[in-house]
Protein backbone atom coordinates (compact mmCIF):
# COMPACT_ATOMS: atom_id res chain seq x y z
CA UNK A 1 0.00 0.00 0.00
CA UNK A 2 1.41 3.31 -1.07
CA UNK A 3 2.27 6.17 1.65
CA UNK A 4 0.15 9.10 1.60
CA UNK A 5 2.74 11.29 -0.10
CA UNK A 6 3.21 8.64 -2.97
CA UNK A 7 -0.55 8.07 -3.17
CA UNK A 8 -0.48 11.96 -3.96
CA UNK A 9 2.09 12.45 -6.25
CA UNK A 10 0.74 9.18 -8.00
CA UNK A 11 -2.55 10.72 -8.34
CA UNK A 12 -1.06 13.57 -9.71
CA UNK A 13 0.46 12.63 -12.36
CA UNK A 14 -3.19 10.85 -13.05
CA UNK A 15 -4.80 14.51 -12.53
CA UNK A 16 -2.24 15.51 -15.36
CA UNK A 17 -3.05 12.57 -17.61
CA UNK A 18 -6.12 13.33 -17.96
CA UNK A 19 -6.02 17.07 -18.17
CA UNK A 20 -3.92 16.54 -21.05
CA UNK A 21 -6.39 13.28 -22.73
CA UNK A 22 -9.48 15.97 -22.15
CA UNK A 23 -7.34 18.80 -23.73
CA UNK A 24 -6.34 16.72 -26.96
CA UNK A 25 -10.16 15.30 -27.82
CA UNK A 26 -11.59 19.19 -27.30
CA UNK A 27 -8.62 20.39 -29.78
CA UNK A 28 -9.45 17.39 -32.31
CA UNK A 29 -13.17 18.77 -32.34
CA UNK A 30 -12.14 22.34 -32.37
CA UNK A 31 -13.80 23.01 -29.60
CA UNK A 32 -13.02 25.21 -26.65
CA UNK A 33 -11.45 23.55 -23.57
CA UNK A 34 -13.54 23.52 -20.68
CA UNK A 35 -12.96 24.76 -17.08
CA UNK A 36 -10.91 22.49 -15.68
CA UNK A 37 -12.16 22.96 -11.88
CA UNK A 38 -13.63 19.43 -11.02
CA UNK A 39 -17.05 20.18 -10.69
CA UNK A 40 -19.69 18.66 -11.98
CA UNK A 41 -17.57 15.98 -13.24
CA UNK A 42 -15.44 18.46 -15.08
CA UNK A 43 -11.40 17.35 -15.38
CA UNK A 44 -9.36 18.56 -12.76
CA UNK A 45 -5.95 20.88 -13.69
CA UNK A 46 -2.88 19.50 -11.04
CA UNK A 47 -2.69 23.25 -10.77
CA UNK A 48 -5.77 23.63 -8.91
CA UNK A 49 -5.82 20.34 -6.97
CA UNK A 50 -6.15 21.33 -3.27
CA UNK A 51 -6.07 17.81 -1.33
CA UNK A 52 -7.71 18.07 2.52
CA UNK A 53 -6.09 15.18 4.96
CA UNK A 54 -8.56 13.03 6.53
CA UNK A 55 -5.71 11.53 8.21
CA UNK A 56 -6.51 11.84 12.10
CA UNK A 57 -3.24 11.47 13.94
CA UNK A 58 -1.58 13.25 16.89
CA UNK A 59 -1.26 17.21 16.58
CA UNK A 60 1.29 19.43 18.36
CA UNK A 61 0.74 22.92 16.94
CA UNK A 62 3.62 24.32 18.74
CA UNK A 63 4.13 27.92 18.59
CA UNK A 64 7.84 29.01 20.22
CA UNK A 65 10.51 27.02 20.10
CA UNK A 66 11.87 25.11 23.10
CA UNK A 67 15.11 26.04 23.75
CA UNK A 68 16.70 29.74 22.12
CA UNK A 69 17.51 29.72 18.10
CA UNK A 70 20.21 31.32 16.24
CA UNK A 71 18.75 31.52 12.74
CA UNK A 72 21.61 31.56 10.85
CA UNK A 73 20.01 31.88 7.10
CA UNK A 74 18.01 34.38 6.55
CA UNK A 75 17.26 37.65 3.90
CA UNK A 76 16.27 40.72 5.38
CA UNK A 77 17.49 43.40 2.86
CA UNK A 78 15.97 41.26 -0.24
CA UNK A 79 12.63 40.17 2.09
CA UNK A 80 11.44 43.27 3.73
CA UNK A 81 13.36 45.43 1.65
CA UNK A 82 14.57 47.71 4.50
CA UNK A 83 11.03 48.62 5.64
CA UNK A 84 11.24 49.64 9.47
CA UNK A 85 7.76 48.89 9.80
CA UNK A 86 8.49 44.83 9.01
CA UNK A 87 11.44 44.44 10.68
CA UNK A 88 9.40 45.79 13.58
CA UNK A 89 6.73 43.17 12.96
CA UNK A 90 9.52 40.33 12.83
CA UNK A 91 11.28 41.11 15.96
CA UNK A 92 7.98 40.68 17.17
CA UNK A 93 7.32 37.32 16.07
CA UNK A 94 11.13 36.42 17.18
CA UNK A 95 10.45 37.08 20.55
CA UNK A 96 7.31 35.09 20.46
CA UNK A 97 9.11 31.89 18.98
CA UNK A 98 12.75 32.04 20.72
CA UNK A 99 14.57 33.33 17.60
CA UNK A 100 17.29 34.94 19.70
CA UNK A 101 19.53 36.05 16.70
CA UNK A 102 18.67 36.15 13.13
CA UNK A 103 22.08 36.21 10.44
CA UNK A 104 21.46 38.88 7.44
CA UNK A 105 23.07 36.71 4.59
CA UNK A 106 22.61 40.09 2.45
CA UNK A 107 25.18 42.71 3.73
CA UNK A 108 27.23 42.91 0.32
CA UNK A 109 29.86 45.77 0.59
CA UNK A 110 31.11 48.79 1.26
CA UNK A 111 28.35 52.13 1.89
CA UNK A 112 25.82 48.88 1.10
CA UNK A 113 26.68 47.23 4.32
CA UNK A 114 26.63 50.26 6.33
CA UNK A 115 22.90 50.62 5.47
CA UNK A 116 21.84 47.28 5.41
CA UNK A 117 24.11 47.68 9.19
CA UNK A 118 22.02 50.71 10.22
CA UNK A 119 18.41 49.02 9.54
CA UNK A 120 19.05 45.93 11.14
CA UNK A 121 21.60 47.58 14.42
CA UNK A 122 20.76 51.17 14.76
CA UNK A 123 17.37 49.45 17.16
CA UNK A 124 17.94 46.06 17.33
CA UNK A 125 22.17 45.88 17.72
CA UNK A 126 21.56 42.51 20.04
CA UNK A 127 19.39 40.17 17.48
CA UNK A 128 20.78 40.49 14.18
CA UNK A 129 24.02 40.10 12.72
CA UNK A 130 25.15 40.13 9.44
CA UNK A 131 27.62 38.35 6.21
CA UNK A 132 29.29 40.15 3.43
CA UNK A 133 28.65 39.24 -0.28
CA UNK A 134 31.48 39.08 -2.84
CA UNK A 135 30.76 41.92 -6.10
CA UNK A 136 31.49 40.22 -9.04
CA UNK A 137 30.57 43.02 -10.96
CA UNK A 138 31.19 46.29 -9.62
CA UNK A 139 31.24 49.03 -11.61
CA UNK A 140 30.92 47.03 -14.77
CA UNK A 141 28.09 47.03 -17.21
CA UNK A 142 25.69 43.87 -16.55
CA UNK A 143 24.97 43.09 -19.49
CA UNK A 144 28.98 42.90 -20.61
CA UNK A 145 30.60 40.61 -18.46
CA UNK A 146 34.03 41.21 -19.82
CA UNK A 147 34.04 44.57 -17.91
CA UNK A 148 32.87 43.27 -14.44
CA UNK A 149 35.13 43.42 -11.67
CA UNK A 150 36.32 39.79 -11.35
CA UNK A 151 37.16 40.13 -14.61
CA UNK A 152 40.59 42.51 -13.66
CA UNK A 153 44.02 40.91 -12.09
CA UNK A 154 44.15 40.98 -8.59
CA UNK A 155 40.88 40.21 -7.84
CA UNK A 156 41.05 37.90 -5.58
CA UNK A 157 43.15 40.17 -3.53
CA UNK A 158 41.51 43.01 -3.50
CA UNK A 159 38.55 41.30 -2.53
CA UNK A 160 40.24 40.40 0.43
CA UNK A 161 41.05 43.66 1.79
CA UNK A 162 37.19 44.17 1.30
CA UNK A 163 36.71 41.32 3.41
CA UNK A 164 39.04 42.79 6.45
CA UNK A 165 37.38 45.97 6.21
CA UNK A 166 33.73 45.15 6.45
CA UNK A 167 34.64 42.89 9.26
CA UNK A 168 36.13 46.07 11.01
CA UNK A 169 32.07 46.94 10.44
CA UNK A 170 31.06 44.01 12.08
CA UNK A 171 30.64 41.20 10.03
CA UNK A 172 30.06 37.90 10.84
CA UNK A 173 30.93 35.93 7.57
CA UNK A 174 30.48 35.87 3.43
CA UNK A 175 27.54 34.43 2.11
CA UNK A 176 27.71 33.07 -2.08
CA UNK A 177 24.61 32.89 -3.77
CA UNK A 178 23.55 30.08 -6.30
CA UNK A 179 24.52 32.91 -9.16
CA UNK A 180 27.88 31.41 -8.13
CA UNK A 181 28.44 28.48 -10.92
CA UNK A 182 24.55 29.36 -12.37
CA UNK A 183 24.55 32.90 -13.46
CA UNK A 184 27.41 35.08 -13.33
CA UNK A 185 29.58 34.89 -16.23
CA UNK A 186 33.44 35.04 -17.69
CA UNK A 187 34.90 37.23 -19.88
CA UNK A 188 34.03 34.55 -22.67
CA UNK A 189 30.32 34.52 -21.64
CA UNK A 190 30.47 31.02 -20.11
CA UNK A 191 29.81 30.92 -16.26
CA UNK A 192 32.17 31.35 -13.67
CA UNK A 193 33.75 28.29 -12.71
CA UNK A 194 33.15 28.12 -8.68
CA UNK A 195 36.86 26.37 -8.36
CA UNK A 196 38.45 29.01 -10.28
CA UNK A 197 42.12 29.43 -8.45
CA UNK A 198 41.05 32.91 -8.90
CA UNK A 199 39.00 32.89 -5.96
CA UNK A 200 41.52 31.25 -3.78
CA UNK A 201 42.67 34.60 -2.25
CA UNK A 202 38.83 35.17 -1.20
CA UNK A 203 38.68 31.61 0.60
CA UNK A 204 41.99 32.30 2.33
CA UNK A 205 41.37 35.60 3.64
CA UNK A 206 38.27 34.52 5.08
CA UNK A 207 39.95 31.29 7.26
CA UNK A 208 42.46 33.95 8.08
CA UNK A 209 39.90 36.12 9.06
CA UNK A 210 37.65 33.78 10.93
CA UNK A 211 34.49 34.35 8.81
CA UNK A 212 32.68 31.48 7.79
CA UNK A 213 31.57 31.27 4.45
CA UNK A 214 28.19 29.72 3.55
CA UNK A 215 27.74 28.46 -0.05
CA UNK A 216 24.61 28.22 -1.90
CA UNK A 217 25.58 25.66 -4.75
CA UNK A 218 23.40 23.83 -7.45
CA UNK A 219 19.37 23.24 -6.62
CA UNK A 220 16.99 20.65 -5.67
CA UNK A 221 17.54 17.46 -8.19
CA UNK A 222 14.53 18.18 -9.82
CA UNK A 223 15.28 21.52 -11.17
CA UNK A 224 18.31 19.81 -12.98
CA UNK A 225 15.65 17.13 -14.76
CA UNK A 226 13.67 17.20 -17.41
CA UNK A 227 10.55 18.98 -16.75
CA UNK A 228 8.27 16.55 -17.31
CA UNK A 229 6.33 13.41 -16.26
CA UNK A 230 8.73 11.71 -13.93
CA UNK A 231 9.61 14.67 -12.34
CA UNK A 232 8.13 14.81 -8.66
CA UNK A 233 8.44 18.38 -8.96
CA UNK A 234 6.74 19.24 -12.41
CA UNK A 235 3.78 20.76 -10.47
CA UNK A 236 6.25 23.52 -9.21
CA UNK A 237 8.34 23.73 -12.13
CA UNK A 238 5.18 24.25 -14.49
CA UNK A 239 4.65 27.14 -12.71
CA UNK A 240 8.40 28.29 -12.70
CA UNK A 241 9.77 27.34 -15.42
CA UNK A 242 12.91 29.76 -14.91
CA UNK A 243 13.99 27.73 -12.20
CA UNK A 244 15.12 24.71 -14.44
CA UNK A 245 18.94 24.20 -15.26
CA UNK A 246 17.90 21.51 -17.07
CA UNK A 247 20.05 21.57 -20.72
CA UNK A 248 23.29 21.63 -22.18
CA UNK A 249 23.55 25.73 -20.85
CA UNK A 250 24.30 24.87 -17.37
CA UNK A 251 26.58 22.64 -15.32
CA UNK A 252 25.47 19.38 -14.49
CA UNK A 253 24.71 19.24 -10.67
CA UNK A 254 26.68 16.80 -10.09
CA UNK A 255 29.75 19.01 -11.47
CA UNK A 256 28.98 22.38 -9.44
CA UNK A 257 28.74 20.37 -5.93
CA UNK A 258 32.06 18.58 -7.10
CA UNK A 259 33.48 21.91 -7.44
CA UNK A 260 32.63 23.10 -4.49
CA UNK A 261 33.98 20.37 -2.29
CA UNK A 262 36.85 20.97 -4.55
CA UNK A 263 37.39 24.33 -2.87
CA UNK A 264 36.43 23.26 0.45
CA UNK A 265 39.17 20.90 0.24
CA UNK A 266 41.99 23.30 -0.74
CA UNK A 267 41.12 25.43 2.13
CA UNK A 268 41.11 23.60 5.30
CA UNK A 269 41.35 26.12 7.78
CA UNK A 270 38.50 28.04 6.47
CA UNK A 271 34.90 26.88 7.15
CA UNK A 272 32.03 26.40 5.15
CA UNK A 273 28.19 25.60 5.60
CA UNK A 274 26.70 23.87 2.70
CA UNK A 275 23.26 25.84 2.23
CA UNK A 276 20.20 23.97 2.32
CA UNK A 277 21.70 20.60 3.51
CA UNK A 278 24.68 21.49 1.43
CA UNK A 279 21.85 21.82 -1.91
CA UNK A 280 21.50 17.22 -1.56
CA UNK A 281 19.16 17.12 1.34
CA UNK A 282 17.61 14.22 -1.02
CA UNK A 283 20.42 11.68 -0.65
CA UNK A 284 21.72 12.47 2.88
CA UNK A 285 23.99 9.28 2.44
CA UNK A 286 26.32 11.54 0.17
CA UNK A 287 26.05 14.57 2.72
CA UNK A 288 27.10 12.35 5.60
CA UNK A 289 30.36 11.35 3.61
CA UNK A 290 31.22 14.90 2.69
CA UNK A 291 30.73 15.29 6.50
CA UNK A 292 33.28 12.60 7.16
CA UNK A 293 35.89 14.21 4.47
CA UNK A 294 35.70 17.39 5.15
CA UNK A 295 35.69 18.39 8.75
CA UNK A 296 35.90 22.30 8.27
CA UNK A 297 32.16 21.45 6.37
CA UNK A 298 28.92 22.03 8.56
CA UNK A 299 25.51 22.38 7.02
CA UNK A 300 21.57 23.89 7.41
CA UNK A 301 18.85 23.27 7.15
CA UNK A 302 17.06 26.44 5.32
CA UNK A 303 13.95 25.50 3.20
CA UNK A 304 14.67 22.05 3.53
CA UNK A 305 12.50 20.58 6.05
CA UNK A 306 10.22 19.38 3.06
CA UNK A 307 12.63 17.07 2.17
CA UNK A 308 13.90 15.75 5.11
CA UNK A 309 10.62 15.78 6.57
CA UNK A 310 9.59 13.18 3.93
CA UNK A 311 12.04 10.66 5.44
CA UNK A 312 12.07 11.23 8.55
CA UNK A 313 13.42 7.61 9.97
CA UNK A 314 16.50 8.45 7.84
CA UNK A 315 16.98 12.21 8.82
CA UNK A 316 16.91 11.49 12.65
CA UNK A 317 19.50 9.37 12.37
CA UNK A 318 21.43 11.61 9.92
CA UNK A 319 21.14 14.56 12.34
CA UNK A 320 21.81 11.96 15.60
CA UNK A 321 24.96 11.03 13.84
CA UNK A 322 26.45 14.68 13.17
CA UNK A 323 24.52 17.03 15.37
CA UNK A 324 27.90 18.31 16.21
CA UNK A 325 27.99 19.83 12.03
CA UNK A 326 24.51 21.03 11.45
CA UNK A 327 23.23 24.91 12.35
CA UNK A 328 19.90 26.12 12.01
CA UNK A 329 18.53 28.07 9.24
CA UNK A 330 15.11 28.69 7.87
CA UNK A 331 15.70 31.38 4.42
CA UNK A 332 13.50 34.05 6.36
CA UNK A 333 12.12 35.84 7.58
CA UNK A 334 9.10 33.84 6.35
CA UNK A 335 5.25 33.72 8.23
CA UNK A 336 4.87 33.09 11.98
CA UNK A 337 2.95 29.79 10.54
CA UNK A 338 6.02 28.29 8.58
CA UNK A 339 8.44 28.52 11.43
CA UNK A 340 5.84 26.57 13.64
CA UNK A 341 5.94 23.81 11.34
CA UNK A 342 10.11 23.69 11.68
CA UNK A 343 9.58 23.42 15.58
CA UNK A 344 7.06 20.89 14.58
CA UNK A 345 9.80 18.85 12.63
CA UNK A 346 12.24 19.03 14.78
CA UNK A 347 10.23 18.66 18.16
CA UNK A 348 7.69 16.50 17.82
CA UNK A 349 6.87 12.82 16.21
CA UNK A 350 4.02 14.54 14.58
CA UNK A 351 3.21 12.71 11.74
CA UNK A 352 1.55 13.83 7.96
CA UNK A 353 1.09 17.71 8.43
CA UNK A 354 2.25 21.06 6.64
CA UNK A 355 5.92 22.13 5.49
CA UNK A 356 4.50 25.56 4.40
CA UNK A 357 1.48 28.13 5.01
CA UNK A 358 1.44 28.56 1.49
CA UNK A 359 -1.63 26.64 -1.11
CA UNK A 360 0.11 24.79 -3.23
CA UNK A 361 3.03 24.13 -1.38
CA UNK A 362 6.24 25.47 -2.86
CA UNK A 363 8.32 22.34 -2.99
CA UNK A 364 6.69 19.18 -3.38
CA UNK A 365 3.01 18.34 -3.55
CA UNK A 366 3.62 16.57 -0.12
CA UNK A 367 3.46 16.61 3.79
CA UNK A 368 6.36 15.90 5.82
CA UNK A 369 6.41 13.90 9.34
CA UNK A 370 8.76 14.87 12.41
CA UNK A 371 11.80 13.18 13.73
CA UNK A 372 11.14 13.93 17.43
CA UNK A 373 15.15 14.76 18.23
CA UNK A 374 16.33 14.88 22.00
CA UNK A 375 16.68 18.68 24.45
CA UNK A 376 20.89 18.06 23.73
CA UNK A 377 20.96 17.66 20.28
CA UNK A 378 18.02 19.99 20.36
CA UNK A 379 20.68 22.80 21.80
CA UNK A 380 23.38 22.20 19.58
CA UNK A 381 21.36 22.65 16.76
CA UNK A 382 18.85 25.75 17.50
CA UNK A 383 22.28 27.47 18.97
CA UNK A 384 25.28 25.73 20.72
CA UNK A 385 26.92 24.99 17.00
CA UNK A 386 26.41 28.55 15.95
CA UNK A 387 28.46 29.91 18.90
CA UNK A 388 31.03 27.48 18.17
CA UNK A 389 31.70 28.65 13.85
CA UNK A 390 29.94 32.49 13.70
CA UNK A 391 31.78 35.60 15.25
CA UNK A 392 29.22 37.69 17.53
CA UNK A 393 27.05 34.35 18.56
CA UNK A 394 28.14 33.82 21.82
CA UNK A 395 28.27 37.40 22.62
CA UNK A 396 25.02 38.18 21.50
CA UNK A 397 22.99 35.10 22.54
CA UNK A 398 24.45 35.23 26.39
CA UNK A 399 22.31 38.92 26.58
CA UNK A 400 19.33 37.07 24.74
CA UNK A 401 19.03 34.39 27.20
CA UNK A 402 19.98 37.00 30.36
CA UNK A 403 17.01 38.75 29.39
CA UNK A 404 14.79 35.65 29.24
CA UNK A 405 16.08 34.36 33.03
CA UNK A 406 13.55 36.03 35.49
Not at 60 to 79: E, G, I, M, Q, S
Not at 101 to 126: E, I, R
Request: proline share 7%.
Amino acid sequence: MLCPSLRLLSLGWLLVAIVGSASQAYAQKGETEPRLDGEDGRPLAIGEFRPEATLKVRQTNLTRAKFPVVDDHTHFRYRLKHSPEQLDDFVGVMDRNNIALCVSLDGKLGDDFDGHAQYLWTKYPDRFLIYANIDWQGAGDPDKPETWACQRPEFGRRMALELAEVKKKGASGLKLFKQFGLGYQDADGSLLKIDDPRWDPIWKACGELGLPVIIHTADPMAFFDPIDKTNERWEELSRHPDWSFYGDEFPSREALLAARNRVIERHPETTFVGAHMANNSEDLAVVAKWLEKYPNLYIEPASRISELGRQPYTSRDFMLKYQDRILFGTDGPWPEERLHYYWRFFETYDEYFPYSEKVPPPQGLWYIFGIGLPDDVLKKIYHENAAKVIPGVKEKLKKYVAKQTP
